[in-house]
Every structure is written in structure tokens, then in C-alpha cells.
């Protein structure tokens, strides 16, 4: 196990060098749980410190909530409105570029 000493206060490890019970978000997210509002305990440092990945504690973790009917259908409504082109009302199966505000065939098909 390699530790060292950053400045942050966080314990500090090589890359695949963290103990047993600590995991980084995407590890969390796939497990089924989330931070729960703990902060991150250590670090993982690679690639000559240009990359960091920070550690939680997995005894302090909680399960992932679980989005209501009504909030996805909320964002189902957000999404096909990002879709919908404001001049000629048609769904598109692309979100419509906030640069031009209408879908490509009525900016003139061009990118």
C-alpha cells in the first residue's frame, strides 16, 4: 500500500494501490449507491498527477435514489423539447442546436 503525504490533507495513492472499502463515484454509481453526502476521504493520483480520482468511504455510502413517475416524465417532456424544432413543430431524432434555434432543414441544411 502506497501512501503519501499531498497538501490537500487527503491520503494519496498510486493508480490500483487503494485499500479494500474505498471506491471512486463511477465505482460507487455501478455498485448501486452514491457518496451520501460524505466527502472524500483519499485520492488516487496517474498519469504524473494530471489525473485524480477522489475515494468514499463504502460503509458510508447510500443506495442511489430512484427518480419518481412524475420527475421522469418530466425529463422525457424536457428532452422531446430540446428535439422539437420551434419554426416547422417537427420531432427530430437530434436536439435542435441552440445556435440556430430551428432544425436543419429549416436553417437550410446547412452546419
Request: charged share 25%.
Amino acid at each position: 500500500m502506497t501512501t503519501t503525504y499531498d497538501p490537500t490533507g487527503f491520503d494519496t495513492f498510486a493508480y490500483r494501490m487503494a485499500p479494500d472499502g474505498l471506491a471512486t463515484r463511477r465505482q460507487l454509481r455501478a455498485a448501486g449507491l452514491r457518496p451520501g453526502g460524505h466527502d472524500p476521504v483519499a485520492q488516487i493520483l496517474w498519469r504524473r498527477g494530471k489525473r485524480i480520482a477522489y475515494l468514499y468511504r463504502l460503509d458510508l455510502a447510500a443506495p442511489k435514489r430512484v427518480a419518481t413517475p412524475a420527475q421522469r416524465a418530466a425529463i422525457a417532456k424536457a428532452l422531446r423539447a430540446r428535439r422539437t424544432c420551434r419554426l416547422c413543430g417537427i420531432e427530430r431524432p437530434y436536439y435542435i442546436p441552440r445556435r440556430y434555434g430551428c432544425c436543419f432543414d429549416c436553417h437550410g441544411g446547412t452546419r
